[in-house]
């Protein structure tokens, strides 16, 4: 049927088959049986004929056929429900208990009015009739009782004794014996009702969502789809199992839900145990489809506390994945996930989630990452773990909160060494604080000296009673120049007060047992835990001897020659016997190596080092697109790039895009001065570029030429024809500098390059137009048909009004009132202002009294056509026509080769390869 946005298909038949569960049997119709499943032994037989009904074109309900919950003797088939309430019916059979699946017999049913049938009982069975009350009926079908629900308008089973009543926007939990209400939820629509195999859940299903609540219908979880639900079934083990067009997916009852496989047919499932699921097609051809249920079972363990399950599946199962890990992260269990997490970097992440300092240090070991090791010291300083925050620290080169770790662990030794660090490093400022700490006044007023300060110098050693470096310090000032400053006689000594009880250890932390996953890890990798405890301190005694400390001179190198002995290594002490070295091995006399680095030095031969890549070099290795290399500084390989992909041959009018665009390549910043500036290179792919993987960042976005369009628009809207090609035009050729990331953008960037095209062609003929003299008939009718023209064009509305009230009135003027009345009719559909409506309305009564057109024109409207660019003539369908590579404008045949009027860059009618300003273009 047709529609405002297109068209609408309706089915004339029910797709979806009839169908209940009874114990390991199924029930459902097809051909007019009705047929029985066994799910054990997968036996179909038909048990009996349905009589065929009367009313054209009946249907199975909504609700599914309720077989008797307890002995299939029963069953009752209402029918769909009817447009009209009163055709709307059910009926009731009795089952034959000898039924001959050859050629089954065909009861006699009950047949009586009513919109839904269910049942309540053994032997009793809820109507809801058109005047929508609840009618209780016994197997005679009967009444009993009667119920009145104004505002129902479907019932659902809801066990014995109970019924599910849906309104317009909730569904209601009824006692039908004590006819009150037990509970409410809200949900609208509601189309199908599934209840678990002990009836202590329930599943709600809508057209695009499914609300999960317990036995009193209070809510658990619900999930929204974007497509039709379309069945479902409870597994064993209480996860929800449900259909969609395409999908089957799961939905525990905490709320997490997931998709299983894919379909490449909708089918209904009607049972789930173990890995099968049992189902129907839409032909009603009982399948089974096997399906992958580790992942949700693996959450319901979580969800349940089933811990040896989880570790059993983690161990044995291919669960690794991010989805899991961020569902672990999520539910806290990072140690789960850190259990069978390979990944160095996710390891360290999640060891860092759950305060397992030791395995974060080993990944942090494995990464080696500046930013691993501060992350990992910042933890272990909240455990108080200074052993492996100084290990951090020392690894980061953190100098200064290494000696105040230093000081606030009482450990001076220490202290000494980083303060002779900083003195080899010629670090002023931190060789005077760590002299502060220690309270060494001597080195405090040594660094002062060497520093020039020599008045600090002198009070510092005055206050502190060092009166030779005083008297020393009182010598080297000049009377004439310098003053000698006064000491204050009320100073005192201040000193860092020493250490009663250093700390050796880390500081204890309570003890816990461990949880179920820390245990098994600590279990499976006891040597691990056995290397982790060993004191940092510890080594470098006894065997390593005194070779681990190296001697630093001044500068913080050590010489080769110095520190094997007093000979050097020429002359240091032989391989013990326990090296098995064996000098005197038979080697073949072509194997003349020459001497090694000394022999080289002797020489005079120098390799010099590979030079490296340059980050503009690699932006053009890892990109085609022309903008990353316009960005690298290689103006001929973008040239070449725009040439194949949009067929660019005049660079004139891209200069200033060019320059503007690799200004903003890279930055520059000042790092010493007298020396030249340096270069940084801002990446726009930075958490993941490397050394080989960069792309350069791109300041023109699509949304800044999207906002540029605005004002081209405004410049029309003002008639400022001229200056709003001019914008249009530089917005066309900035489309193929642009970077975007999806597929949407790509198309949106394409609508763009069309907007200009349409707005360039029409604007540079309306001012060609203006242009051409109106002395003669003929120059007054080539007017016309470019007015006319125009009005194909594809612009906003509030121009389309202003270019049809243009052609409306020239064509008046020329007397063509049937054309006239065209323009007219138009004008008035797109909703001009009043006024402007008003004289459209009084033109298009003048011209319907005299509908003819004067003078033969060069335009049919009902035909078709495109604009050629260059002649601004029509060039209708069928005809040979040759395009712009880049903005798609038409032109007649003679003009290829030649550049194109809209972009007045590319050449027409030339093969080439297409936009290309993304990415995804080149997979």
């Known amino acids: 049927a047709g529609h405002d946005g297109g068209m609408l298909v309706f089915k004339l038949e029910r797709e979806r088959p009839a169908l209940a569960v009874h114990g390991n049997s199924l029930f459902y119709v097809k051909d007019r049986f009705l047929r029985q499943l066994d799910f054990g032994s997968s036996r179909d037989v038909a048990v009996m004929q349905l009589r065929r009904h009367g009313c054209p074109g009946p249907r199975i309900p909504e609700t599914q056929p309720k077989i008797r919950p307890k002995i299939p003797t029963n069953a009752l088939f209402p029918p769909q429900r009817a447009s009209n309430l009163e055709n709307s019916t059910y009926d009731l059979y009795t089952i034959p208990k000898d039924a001959d699946s050859q050629n089954p017999d065909a009861p006699e049913g009950k047949r009586s009015s009513g919109l839904t049938a269910v049942w309540v009982a053994r032997n009793r069975f809820a109507v809801l009739d058109r005047m929508h009350s609840i009618l209780i009926k016994n197997l005679k079908n009967e009444i009993t009782k009667k119920v009145p629900v104004p505002n129902c308008d479907e019932i659902f089973y809801a066990g014995t004794g109970n019924l599910l009543l849906r309104d317009s926007d909730s569904i209601t939990l009824f006692d039908v014996q004590q006819k009150r209400t037990l509970a409410s ?64 997916k799961y939905a525990v009852t905490s709320g997490d839900h997931g998709i299983i496989r894919t379909l490449d047919l909708p089918i209904y499932v009607t049972r789930v145990k173990g890995n099968n699921v049992y189902c129907l097609d ?53 140690e789960v996930a850190l259990h069978f997490v390979k990944d160095e970097k996710t390891r360290f992440s999640l060891a860092l989630e759950c305060g397992n300092i030791e395995i974060a240090l080993e990944a942090a070991k494995a990464l080696d990452d500046k930013g691993c090791w501060e992350k990992l010291g910042e933890v272990a300083l909240l455990q108080g773990n200074h052993q492996v925050v100084e290990m951090c620290y020392q690894r980061t080169k953190n100098f200064d909160r290494l000696s105040f770790l230093y000081l606030i662990t009482g450990n001076l030794e220490k202290l000494r060494k980083m303060m002779k660090i900083a003195e080899i490093r010629k670090d002023m400022s931190g060789h005077y604080q760590n002299a502060l700490y220690l309270g060494d006044v001597a080195e405090r007023v040594r660094i002062l000296r060497n520093c020039g300060q020599k008045s600090l110098a002198f009070l510092t050693a005055a206050t502190h009673g060092l009166d030779e470096e005083a008297e020393s310090l009182r010598e080297s000032f000049d009377p004439e120049k310098e003053t ?162 949009v067929g660019v041959t005049n660079f004139g009018p891209y200069k200033q895009l060019f320059l503007q665009t690799f200004s903003r390549g890279r930055t520059t910043f000042q790092a010493l001065p007298s020396l030249p500036a340096m270069y940084g290179y801002p990446h726009r792919n930075w958490k993941e570029a490397g050394v080989k993987n960069a792309l350069p960042a791109v300041g023109l976005k699509l949304n800044d030429l999207i906002q540029r369009l605005q004002l081209c628009y405004q410049l029309t809207t003002a008639g400022k024809f001229e200056e709003a090609v001019e914008k249009f035009r530089l917005i066309l050729l900035s489309v193929p500098l642009l970077v975007v990331d999806n597929k949407q953008e790509i198309a949106e960037a394409q609508q763009l390059v069309a907007i200009c095209r349409e707005y360039i062609v029409g604007l540079s003929m309306e001012i060609e137009r203006k242009k051409l003299p109106k002395e003669t008939l003929e120059q007054q009718k080539r007017i016309c048909e470019m007015a006319a023209y125009f009005t194909h064009s594809n612009l906003q509305p509030v121009h389309m009004i202003l270019v049809l009230r243009t052609a409306l009135n020239l064509f008046f003027k020329l007397k063509n009132f049937k054309s006239a009345a065209t323009f007219a009719r138009r004008l008035l559909e797109l909703g001009p202002k009043p006024e402007v409506a008003q004289q459209t309305r009084k033109i298009l009564a003048a011209c319907e009294k005299n509908p003819v057109d004067s003078h033969q024109l060069n335009y049919d409207q009902h035909n078709p056509f495109d604009i050629c660019a260059a002649s601004y003539r029509p060039i209708y369908r069928g005809k040979a026509v040759e395009k712009c590579p880049l903005s798609g404008a038409c032109y007649s045949p003679e003009f290829r080769g030649q550049i194109c009027r809209v972009t007045t860059v590319t050449e027409i009618g030339k093969d080439v390869l297409g936009l290309r300003i993304s990415p995804l273009q080149f997979r």
């Open 282 to 334: 839409r032909e009603c051809r009982p399948r089974v489809l096997t399906i992958d249920p580790t992942e949700f079972r693996f959450k319901l363990a979580l969800i349940n506390r089933k811990y040896d399950e989880v570790l059993h599946m983690v161990r044995n199962a291919k669960l690794v994945g991010q989805s899991i890990i961020a569902y672990l992260q999520r539910k806290g269990y990072p």
């Open 484 to 645: 000698i400053p006064a000491v204050d006689p009320e100073a005192r000594l201040l000193q860092p007060p020493a250490p009663v009880l250093p700390l050796d250890t880390n500081w204890p932390l309570l003890t816990v047992s461990k949880g179920f996953f820390e245990g098994s890890i600590a279990g499976k990798g006891k040597g691990g835990a056995l290397a982790a405890d060993i004191d940092i301190d510890a080594v470098g005694t006894e065997g390593w001897g005194e070779d681990a400390e190296l001697q630093l001179d001044e500068d913080g190198f050590v010489d080769a020659g110095e520190g094997f002995g007093e000979e050097g290594t020429g002359k240091g002490q032989e391989e013990g016997g326990g090296w098995e070295v064996e000098e005197d091995l038979d080697l073949p006399p072509e194997l003349d190596v020459p001497a090694g680095p000394a022999g080289a030095a002797e020489d005079g031969f120098f390799v010099p080092p590979t030079k490296g890549t340059s980050p503009a070099q690699v932006w053009c290795n890892n990109s085609q697109l022309p903008v990353d290399h316009i960005l690298a500084g290689s103006f001929e390989t973008a040239m070449r790039l725009l040439h194949d992909q």
């Open 185 to 248: 939820v809200k949900i609208s629509k509601v189309k199908y009702v599934i209840w678990s195999a002990d009836m202590s859940h329930v599943a709600l299903l809508a057209k695009h969502a499914i609300l999960i609540c317990n036995r009193k219908l209070e809510s658990l979880c619900q999930i929204h789809e974007n497509i039709r639900v379309k069945s479902g079934a409870w597994d064993e083990s209480g996860v929800f199992i449900y259909t969609t067009s395409n999908h089957i």
